[in-house]
């Protein structure tokens, strides 16, 4: 089935651990994106990319990582966790930045303790 | 700064139409999108509007007033199903979508 994974669906993590949440996608879509979902709020753009080999900051950039070596994978780093970073991540991808729909992975919920 | 604005929470009852309404301050616009939410899961595609008017899609219609900041979102017939939160994002001047934090809708039998 054509779409969008991310993996893990939920992780615990000590603060001050390094991880790497992942992102693949298999629609050849050129936009990805990074998004934090936290209660009261609305989605908040961490990092995104508008082709294959480019990455762009978004809102909320500080403490997270991206790398686009390919089309189909978008992962996201957090080099040390801090509990401020707990929250559900969902990544994105679309065919551009013209177009208007989004396709959004079913999202990884985070704890950092 | 950008702000995008909707009620928290609705109540609606099943069968009936409900009305939720989005007002935006953005940076620029090149298009309204709205999004539905069911809790614990990822957000979908329900509309996007980029000029003025109606826009309709079965029991979905959204509605968009550029000179106003104003868009809405109309369910009818509602169903139980239905019950989730409905997400209002503006695409500003940069092409990035900015996002309200959502309408939890509560559909009552």
């Known amino acids: 089935i054509a779409g969008i994974t991310q993996a893990p669906t939920s992780q615990i993590l000590a603060a001050g651990r390094r991880m790497t949440l992942r992102c693949t996608q298999d629609?050849?879509?050129?936009?990805m994106y990074w998004y934090r979902q936290d209660l009261g709020l609305g989605l908040r753009l961490i990092h995104y990319?508008?082709?294959?080999?480019?990455?762009g900051k978004g809102e909320v950039p500080d403490g997270y990582s991206v790398s686009r070596a390919n089309t189909d994978d978008f992962p996201l780093t957090l080099a040390s966790a801090v509990p401020s970073q707990t929250s559900v991540y969902f990544c994105?991808?679309?065919?551009?930045?013209?177009?208007?729909?989004?396709?959004f992975g079913e999202g990884s919920r985070l704890t950092v303790l | 700064g950008q702000n995008i604005d909707q009620p928290t929470e609705m109540t609606a009852t099943e069968g009936a139409i409900v009305q939720i309404n989005c007002t935006y301050q953005?940076?620029?616009?090149?298009?309204l999108f709205w999004y539905q939410q069911h809790a614990g899961e990822a957000p979908t595609f329900l509309s996007y509007?980029?000029l003025d008017g109606l826009e309709e899609k079965g029991r979905f219609s959204s509605f968009l007033s550029r000179s106003k900041g104003y868009s809405y979102l109309l369910l009818k017939e509602l169903q139980m199903k239905d019950s989730a939160s409905y997400l209002c994002?503006?695409?500003?001047?940069?092409?990035?979508?900015?996002w309200g934090a959502g309408t939890k809708l509560i559909i009552k039998p």
């Open positions: 994002a503006v695409r500003d001047s940069n092409y990035q979508l900015i």
């Open positions: 990319s508008n082709t294959a080999g480019t990455t």
């Open positions: 953005t940076s620029g616009f090149n298009g």
């Open positions: 994105a991808s679309g065919t551009g930045l013209d177009t208007g729909e989004l396709f």
């Open positions: 629609m050849r879509h050129n936009a």
């Open positions: 509007n980029v």
